[in-house]
T-cell receptor, first 111, second 114 residues
């Protein structure tokens, strides 16, 4: 099993550009989440999904969209990037109510 | 509001010293508790978890944590740290019976010196 994979590892955007961060898992986990990690703030939940076709907002959803068309994939879309979205983004998945497994992260810089 | 607090932001220890990192949570209902570790440049890995039963939980790499319900605490301990334990440690919590809405503390950066 590859576990949770994320692409790209690094990305630099200009303000106003859009992009999609990819996340995939091969563990047949129904739950998937996106977090952002900022210095001194821990990880904050952006969006999550409890299964294909079902998504919901987390703590900091503004400026981000998600969709879940398959169990395996959970992409995160930045609609119009802003410098405040400079962060490290982690995707995670879990089976049932168990612990979450994290991907390697995407480091995003918005200029 | 649900929250997790880690009061130690940066801890510096010498090798072989004992470690205790504090974690307090504020949650309604019953909770599941976790400690994750993030080594430099890497993703988060689970150290240990508490769901129910014995409040003293043993995890990987010699770490343990004790759930004290009356104090709303879940402190992480290790009797003797190694240089390789240098990392950032995150406490996290969620309500029992939920999956994706995990709340993290702000993290504690542990630096172990030789």
């Amino acid at each position: 099993n590859a576990g949770v994979t994320q692409t790209p590892k690094f990305q630099v955007l200009k303000t106003g550009q859009s992009m999609t961060l990819q996340c995939a898992q091969d563990m047949n986990h129904e739950y998937m989440s996106w977090y952002r990690q900022d210095p001194g703030m821990g990880l904050r939940l952006i969006h999550y999904s409890v299964g294909a076709g079902i998504t919901d907002q987390g703590e900091v959803p503004n400026g981000y969209n998600v969709s879940r068309s398959t169990t395996e994939d959970f992409p995160l879309r930045l609609l119009s990037a802003a410098p405040s979205q400079t962060s490290v983004y982690f995707c995670a998945s879990s089976k049932g109510y168990n612990e979450q497994f994290f991907g390697p992260g995407t480091r995003l810089t918005v200029l | 509001a649900q929250s997790v607090s880690q009061h130690n932001h940066h801890v510096i220890l010498s090798e072989a010293a004992s470690l205790e990192l504090g974690c307090n949570y504020s949650y309604g209902g019953t909770v599941n508790l976790f400690w994750y570790v993030q080594y430099p440049g890497q993703h988060l890995q689970l150290l240990l978890k508490y769901f129910s039963g014995d409040p003293l939980v043993k995890g990987i790499k010699g770490f343990e944590a004790e759930f004290i319900k009356s104090k709303f605490s879940f402190n992480l301990r290790k009797p003797s740290v190694q240089w390789s334990d240098t990392a950032e440690y995150f406490c996290a919590a969620k309500n029992t019976g939920t999956a994706s809405k995990l709340t993290f503390g702000t993290g504690t950066r542990l630096q172990v010196t030789l």
